[in-house]
């Protein structure tokens, strides 16, 4: 079994703060990784994708890919409360995503 | 545009009861996914198709069957209901089954009681 691996959380931030969320995952053979913010009783909806090292940013989220160390994260700068989910990373060598069971984020105001 | 859509909202069943949940997507995506969430164990991928046609198993496919008879509806059949099938059941679709760069988008889901 591939494993992606995130901290349950929950990830407690002021409002207007950074969040940081982390993932890392088993599979050297990953090629994309994304990821999803998921509102309790809704379905996981696609926030960024990322393919190669280095950074990518996307309004407030930015993601960071180090291949190498095997790790992905997600940077909310200007953390609003509407931006309280559970985040989801997803890791893929192709077809098939293998999900982390998510980090839950609460900003406070 | 709709997107993906889901039928039911949500069911309660009997256990050893048949049910086949609907999903439908018009966006033209050649590749579809069922999977389930479950507490604690995040989402589990049941089965998929890359393309019309075609399926495949995934994680946790027993108990399950699909079939894809055409690119916008892939229903998923639940022959004999268990109560471990308890569950919330995501549809999902992707522009294409067999690229690395697969965006997958999300149905609104079904919310399944098996009893």
Redesign the interface.
């Known amino acids: 079994?591939k494993e992606v691996e995130q901290n349950s959380g929950p990830l407690s931030v002021p409002e207007g703060a950074i969040a940081s969320l982390n993932c890392t995952y088993s599979d050297r053979g990953s090629?994309?990784f994304?990821w999803?913010r998921q509102y309790s009783g809704?379905?996981?909806?696609?926030i960024m994708?990322i393919?190669s090292n280095g950074d990518k940013e996307d309004g407030r989220f930015t993601a960071q890919l180090n291949k190498a160390s095997q790790y992905v994260s997600l940077l909310i700068r200007d953390s609003q409360p509407s931006d309280s989910a559970t985040y989801?990373c997803?890791v893929?060598?192709?077809?098939?995503?293998n999900?982390?069971?998510?980090t839950s984020l609460l900003v406070t105001p | 545009t709709a997107g993906i859509t889901q039928a039911p909202t949500s069911q309660i069943l009997a256990a050893g009861r048949s049910m086949t949940l609907r999903c439908t997507q018009d966006m033209r995506h050649n590749?579809m996914?069922w999977y389930r969430q479950d507490l604690?164990?995040?989402?589990?991928?049941i089965h998929?198709s890359?393309t019309a046609g075609t399926t495949g198993k995934?994680?946790v496919p027993d108990g399950y069957s699909v079939s894809r008879a055409n690119t916008d509806d892939f229903p998923l059949t639940l022959a004999s209901a268990v109560p471990s099938q308890t569950s919330v059941y995501?549809c999902a679709s992707?522009p294409s089954?067999?690229?690395?760069?697969?965006?997958?988008?999300?149905?609104?889901?079904t919310r399944l009681t098996v009893l």
């Open positions: 079994q090629q994309s994304f999803y809704k379905s996981p909806e696609l994708s393919y989801l997803a893929t060598p192709g077809y098939a995503l999900f982390g069971k998510g | 590749a996914y604690g164990l995040g989402l589990r991928l998929y890359n995934g994680e995501f992707s089954g067999s690229d690395s760069y697969n965006e997958q988008f999300f149905g609104p889901g």
